[in-house]
Every structure is written in C-alpha cells, then in structure tokens.
C-alpha cells in the first residue's frame, strides 16, 4: 500500500488546499470551518486524478483501500451504512477541479440506491414517492455517466410514461408510477451492457470515481480549458458527500444563488430555486425555476438563513460567491461555494463597489480583474439573450460583434460600405490589397489564417471584429455564395459575426454598444497608478492613434509605413519606386510619395503630439506591392492575343520582367525591411525627411510635436544598422540645417531575428532603441509559418498538449521568450540606459505582459483596442511579482 495521502476528511480541509482537494472540496471544507451548514463528505485529491491520467487509467497503490476507508468513517460519523437496507447512506460523487469550470465535467447523484435501500429509504422518511424518485434518478444518472448508457434511452422512457399518464411534469408521476420506471431503466441499462449491472454500491462507488476523473478529459472540458488557458495536467479532484434532498416534499427545495448580480455586479439578490427537486433540475431545464425572492413567502426560515450565509462567505471569501444550496425539510445546507463566474463590467462594478465597502484594496480590486476579460467592453457584443446557434466555428481573432450583408471583395466591400450599408466582407484570407474593403466593413471572416493573420492584425488595429480560419466555409468567387454545411448563403445575405468566440450566425443578431463606464475608468485610472511598464499603441493612421490615445496609449510604438502606401492612387507610385530600373526613376517615384507620408506623418503627430511615435520604416514583403507573377504573364498573353497598342504591350512586357526578376519563393524571408533600403538608399533617406518635415510642420501648427523615433527594421547584421542608421541622419540633419531648426530625435532597431537578439550588444552599438517584433521573431525563432501552421499543425499540437498555448497569441517563455530576456541584457551591457520595448501582437496578451515585466522592457504597444487590457495587465504584473 502507498504511504501516499489521496483523502482527505471534511474536517481535514480548509480553502489554501484549493490545489489539492479543487475549488468544491476545499470550499466545503473552509464553510465547514466556518460553521456554515454543509454534509459530511470527504475529498479525493488532484493528485489522484494526476496518477491515474498517467497511468493509463490505473489507480495509484493504495487508492482503493484509502476510499474503502474514508467511506467507513463517514458510516461511522453519520451513523448510516452505503446501501444498507436501514438508515441507508447516499452519496452524490462530483466533479471539483481546481479551477472553476461549470456544467464540464460529469457527477453521480444518490449513489447507494438499491432494491434494499428504496424500502428502508421510503420507511424512515415515510415517503415511499421520495425513495422511489431517487432510485430512478440514481439509475438514470450512473447509467449515463458511468456506464456510458445513451441519455435518450432513459428520457424516451420518461417521456413516454408520462404521456401515457397524462401529465406534463416529472413531479406528477406517483411511486407506483417511479416503481414502474425504475423496472424500465434497469431494462434500459442491461440491454445495453448485456447482462446485470453491479448492485454492490462499493463497487458503484468506484466506478463512479473512476468516471469522474475521465471526465477530465471528455472533449467538452477539453474545449474549455483551452479557451480558458486551463492546464490539463492539473487534474480534478472528487467529492464523496452526504445526500442531503431537496426532493423530500414541498418543505425542501434546491437552488443556486449569487452574492451579487453576476451580469450587472449589482448588491442585490440573484438566484433561482426549485421546491421538491433536486439539483441537476435546476441546471438541466426540466423545470422552470422561481425567483428566490418567492423563497421568502414559501420557505421564510430557510431563506432568511440563506440569505444570511450568503453575506457571510461574501465577507469571508472578500468577493462574490456563487451558492448551491439544498434545504431538506426546512433544513438549509450548502453544496458549494465559489468566486461567482460574472461578465467583464459586473467584474468592475463588484471590485470597484466591495473597495467602497472597505472590503478589499484597490491592490486587490485590481488583482480581482482578468485583463483579457475587457475585451467584452470595449466593443459591442451580441446580447446573451439571443439563443441561437452558430452555422459555423473559426477563430475568435478580433473581438467584438458585427452584423452585416455578405460581400466577397474588397472593392463591393467599399462600395457598399461607403454607402452606408453594413457587409461582411468574406474572403479566402485577406492580403493587403484588400485593406479599402476592409476599413469599409462591419466585420471579417476569413477561411484561411490564424490568430496573427493578415486579416485579424488588421481587424484589431481597427477595433473590427474578424473570425479567421473557418474552415468548414467554402467560398465560390464565380457564384458569389458562401456555402456552410448544407447552408448556401448568397450575396447580400445578412449574417453576424462573434469576433469574440470565433462563432458565425446564420442571420441578424441583436447587438450590445461597448460598456465603458466610470468603473472602468476608475479602475483603469488605479492600474495606471501601480504598473511599471508604459503602454503604448500600433497605429498607422489618424483615426487609429486618435482612438489609442482616447484609450489611454502613452504614444505609438509601431507606426507601420507600409499599411499608408495601400491606398489605390498610392500603389502606383510605390510599384513604380520598387520596379524601377535606375536611380534618377527611383528618385522620380520617391518624389511623388514624400508628401504623401508627410501628409500621413502629420496627422498621426497630431493627433499624439506631447508623446513619443515609434516609425518604422517601410518593410514591405515586396510581393505585398507587385503585380502577381501569373496574372501579369496572363495579362501579357492577352494583350499578345487581342494585338493590343505597342506600347501599351511593351510596358506589360517590361513590367512582367521586373516582377521576375523580383520574384522570391519565399518573400518574408527575402527582400524586405533594412534589405530593400540596403539595396535602394534613396528609399530611407526620403521617409527621415518625410517624417522631419511632418514634425516640424506640426510644431509650428500645433506648438508642441511628437518624439520623433525612428525604427530600422528586420537587421540582422550590426553592419546594417549601421549603414542604415548614417543615412537616417545624414537625411534628418539636412532637413534641419535647411529649416534652420533644431528637434530632438532618436534612431534605434526592430530585434525581430535571433541573430539581432544574439548579438544585441553590438547592435546596441548604433541604436537608441530596441523594440522586440515578437511575430517575426516567433516565425523565425521557431521556424514556422503563423499562417500555414494555424491552419494546420499548430492546432493540433496545442489540442494533444505538445504545446499549451499557441506561440502567436502568446509568448513562448522557454524559446522567443529568452531571445528577448537575452536581447534586453546585452543590450543593456553596452548601453545601461537602452529603451526596450515590445510591438509585436503580444503587446497585448496580459500573460505575455507579465513576462515581459519580469524581463524589465520599458513598455509594450498593442492595437488600440487592447491599450486598456494592457494596462490593466501591467498593473497585474507589478502585483503578482510582489
């Protein structure tokens, strides 16, 4: 037998042992301390759970024996024996994980019923329909749960007596009539095992254990701890517990009840309550439960105790709880305790309201919040009451809710769009061309990409919700349909987009407008107050800085000067710059584009003047700006066939060469970031005095400008900054000794390479600055494509748990994660005082946040969206690390 300890006692526990015996087994445990009325119960561990996943579903030595002799004691204290046939012992066997995670795993209630035990049940209650309605339910719910029994065998049953007796409600069936149930449900369940099932109740109650902890593992709590970042190796513990029924009569009832108002954080009652039931028919539907304000007239005793319970584990606990309760004859017992699930602005409102209170801190307000969780405010949301179901399930890349007709191009997109007309706009995936369609619509969906496509970094920065990666949609560009599942929807046909939960429906949903309120506010303003890390804003134009800035964004960290050459009267110029053949028609494309990036420039200065504005010059993958290779040979091809004008011909030809001659297998790896510069100077030189000439003109307009940072991007080697960095300035102090004018200004690099990260000190040798592009950095550190990989291996390796967490959404710790601890330090061996910064799209995930604190950068950038998460998880960061 294992010196092990797997059980642990009601009286044994208390709610530090969150992580041994789960959030339902310690949370008894402490209301027992308490003295709040509970029943007896003991706990099998996590631990448990953990050895048996890891033993191929074989318990750990001594488990069994440790089992057989809790339960003894608990006969010995309750004076009832497991299935005796007088004073008979039922347990309910549940699901308590150490993280709360409702409705996902699996519990067997009034284990102990048998043949003897109904009788001797019915004769100490003198309630022969109580004994009998708790066998049949017990049979219902082992067979399902452990025996693995089809749940529509048992309800056809249900449903068919009593549609022969004529009555609508489980409650109206009469003992003979649950006598006549229980012969079928054991009918039921030996047909489907093929022979007599166990009635030994030791036995049942292994079983029992041992369904619970494959629960566990059941698709539906798979799904759930990935979206809720659960780790599997946690495990779950299991609660043996007295029955104590709610089904006894119409003195006992069962309820659920929360502290405060879950969807509001209103101090008000909140709950609902069954009388003659048992709990799963509170949870279930089966019946439709009262308000527990109706508990007062009803059962006044009961409901004043429990209302008394509830302010006390709420002054307890210092939060919201949510309460299962059983009251048996008149007699109050509570089930369970737990910090109550609540919506983001229900969070605020309690921590804002219990630091009023003088309950809690504002330390520990903030400590209360899941940054993450905020996303639900800061965009509209399609109202929880909607009750439909989704036609389709892709990525949940951009979060928000939004209606609109469906449109398959970018150019439909803007037309309607610009009309005022709400689309969808519904694409394969996005590339950057499609950018005007894409400011015009509600929302984005895509068939292919990932978290960190093209689509959802776009959508984010925008503030639009995107689902990315639906795979299960097929788009037909000729027919102009979508078509999902047998669904065919054609153009114009509206939908709703959840950029929240990834979810796609099949019609127009009522939509919620973003909550932002004085709590958030409030709190916000607290975080702002403890956090270490500054936090800045992804933004490329007016409106976006403008909008990061009224969220709270302390500058702009990534300014990407490629997303402003997107524009149709743009790409021309920008293609003519990029195939050009000589210096003087380079020079000649360069000039049309400077005063439009001074014009860009000037607004996004204006709307941050007072702040610092992080530029990156132009990294453009170059077939982002090309012609595509195979519709320009198609092109040339048709012009040959229809004996086009020569010289329109000519130029197709001449174009077709260049786009080959720059053709690349493999683009983002090719000639793009400080490469193209290297190889055409011109085109930094004209972007420094693009960006000198906005802030000098926006000083003037203004009186006060931004600070002027500029970024060389994708060096790999110090050489290249180096050279980089000399035309920068040269082109900056030209432009200042021609204005006469002086302006502070600094140059510094993206570390978005291993080699940069490795070799940080002697890049630090010519930068100012380090901003850490952790998307690239990831692609290139772990040698995977985001696209290519989300939508396919990636998945699957953080569903088999080869990976926790995708890499895109959040930072790999133990791989890029140390790529940037190093590039910080040997940064910061050459130059003490180097700024770093973070701009990739973890900027804004609060888990990366935290290590990013612990690294010491000195601020993150996000899109503007996530600027308020990304100060709340800055704070977060600062408290968790005392």
């Not at 919506?343 to 921590?351: F, I, Q």
């Amino acid at each position: 037998m294992s010196d092990e300890r797997f059980i642990y006692d009601l009286s044994d526990g208390d709610a530090s042992m969150k992580t041994l015996l789960g959030g339902k087994g310690a949370g008894v445990a402490e209301m027992h301390k308490v003295g709040v009325p509970v029943p007896d119960a003991f706990t099998v561990t996590t631990t448990a759970c953990v050895e048996t996943m890891n033993n191929n579903g074989e318990w750990p030595a001594g488990l069994a024996d440790q089992i057989a002799e809790a339960l003894a004691r608990l006969e010995e204290r309750t004076g009832r024996i497991l299935g005796g046939s007088e004073k008979p012992l039922l347990v309910s066997v549940r699901s308590g994980a150490v993280f709360s995670m409702p409705g996902m795993m699996d519990t067997i209630l009034n284990l102990g019923m048998s043949d003897a035990s109904v009788e001797a049940l019915a004769t100490e209650f003198n309630n022969e329909r109580f004994a009998w309605d708790c066998y049949r339910r017990f049979i219902q719910m082992y067979g399902e749960v452990v025996e693995g029994v089809p749940a529509h065998a048992y309800e056809d049953a249900l449903s068919g007596l009593k549609h022969a007796r004529g009555v609508e409600n489980d409650t109206d069936l009469t003992a003979a009539d649950l006598k006549e149930l229980v012969s079928s449900f054991k009918e039921i369940s030996n047909d489907h095992l093929g022979g007599e099932w166990t009635s030994d109740p030791r036995e049942q109650l292994n079983r029992a254990v041992n369904a619970v902890f494959r629960s566990w593992q059941n698709p539906r709590a798979e799904v759930y701890r990935r979206a809720n970042n659960i780790p599997a190796s946690l495990g779950t513990a299991v609660n043996i517990m007295q029955m104590v029924f709610g089904n006894r009569g119409d003195t006992s009832a069962t309820g659920v009840c929360f502290t405060r108002n879950p969807s509001t954080g209103e101090r008000a009652l909140y709950g609902e309550f069954l009388v003659n039931a048992q709990g799963e028919d509170v949870v279930a539907g089966i019946r439709t439960p009262r308000p527990l304000e109706e508990m007062q007239e009803i059962l006044p005793e009961a409901y004043q105790q429990l209302v008394d319970t509830m302010h006390k584990m709420e002054n307890h606990y210092k939060d919201m709880q949510d309460m299962e309760f059983t009251i048996e004859d008149g007699h109050l017992f509570l089930l369970q305790t737990r910090n109550g699930k609540r919506t983001a602005a229900a969070a605020l409102k309690v921590a804002s309201d219990l630091v009023d209170e003088g309950i809690i801190s504002k330390e520990e307000a903030l400590l209360r919040i899941e940054p993450g969780q905020l996303d639900q405010l800061l965009h509209p949301a399609i109202d929880p009451a909607h009750g439909r179901t989704p036609i389709a399930q892709g990525l949940p890349a951009s979060p928000g809710a939004a209606v609109g007709g469906v449109v398959f191009d970018a150019d439909t997109a803007a037309e309607r769009g610009g009309k005022g007309e709400p689309v969808v706009l519904v694409r394969f995936e996005t590339t950057p061309d499609d950018i005007h369609g894409v400011i015009a619509a509600q929302g984005i969906l895509t068939a292919h990409g990932g978290m960190t496509s093209h689509a959802a970094v776009v959508a984010r920065g925008m503030g639009k919700p995107c689902v990315a990666g639906a795979a299960g949609i097929r788009i037909d560009p000729v027919a102009r349909t979508l078509t999902i599942g047998d669904r065919v929807i054609a153009e114009g046909e509206t939908i709703t987009l959840d950029g929240s939960e990834g979810k796609v429906y099949g019609e127009a949903l009522e939509l919620i407008p973003p909550q932002i309120n004085d709590d958030f506010t409030r709190l916000v303003e607290w975080a702002d107050g403890v956090r270490r890390l500054g936090v800045r804003a992804n933004a490329d134009n007016f409106d976006d800085a403008t909008k990061a800035r009224e969220l709270g964004a302390e500058g702009i960290g990534l300014c990407r000067t490629e997303h402003m050459f997107m524009a149709a009267d743009r790409l021309p110029a920008v293609r003519k710059m990029i195939l050009a053949e000589s210096p003087d028609q380079r020079s000649a494309a360069l000039a049309e584009i400077l005063p439009m990036q001074q014009v860009d420039f000037e607004g996004i200065f204006t709307a941050m003047k007072g702040l610092p504005v992080t530029v990156r010059l132009l990294d453009p993958p170059l077939h982002e700006f090309l012609p595509n290779l195979v519709e320009q040979s198609l092109l040339v091809q048709r012009l040959e066939f229809e004996r086009a004008d020569a010289d329109v011909l000519a130029e197709a030809r001449q174009t077709l060469a260049q786009v080959k001659k720059l053709h690349e297998l493999n683009p983002m790896l090719g000639t793009r970031g400080c490469r193209l510069a290297m190889l055409y100077p011109e085109i930094p030189d004209m972007q420094a005095r693009a960006i000198i000439r906005a802030a000098l003109a926006v000083l003037d307009r203004e009186g006060e400008t931004v600070g002027v940072e500029i970024m060389i991007p994708l060096v790999a080697l110090s050489q290249e900054l180096e050279t980089q960095r000399d035309i920068v300035v040269a082109a900056v102090e030209d432009e200042l000794a021609r204005a006469g004018r002086t302006l502070d200004y600094t140059v510094g690099t993206m570390i978005e390479l291993p080699r940069a990260a490795l070799i940080a000190d002697r890049i630090a040798e010519h930068a100012d600055f380090f901003s850490f592009g952790t998307n690239d950095l990831t692609q290139t550190a772990i040698g995977i494509s985001r696209d290519d990989a989300e939508n396919g291996f990636l998945t699957s390796y953080v569903m088999d748990h080869v990976l926790e967490r995708n890499p895109f959404e959040s930072i790999d710790v133990d791989g890029v994660g140390q790529l940037v601890a190093m590039g910080v330090e040997r940064g910061r061996a050459t130059k003490p005082k180097l700024k770093t910064g973070v701009c990739g799209e973890h900027g804004g995930d609060p888990d990366s946040i935290t290590f990013f604190n612990s690294v010491g950068l000195d601020y993150v950038s996000c899109s503007p969206f996530r600027v308020p998460i990304a100060r709340f998880a800055a704070a977060k960061a600062v408290l968790q690390g005392e």
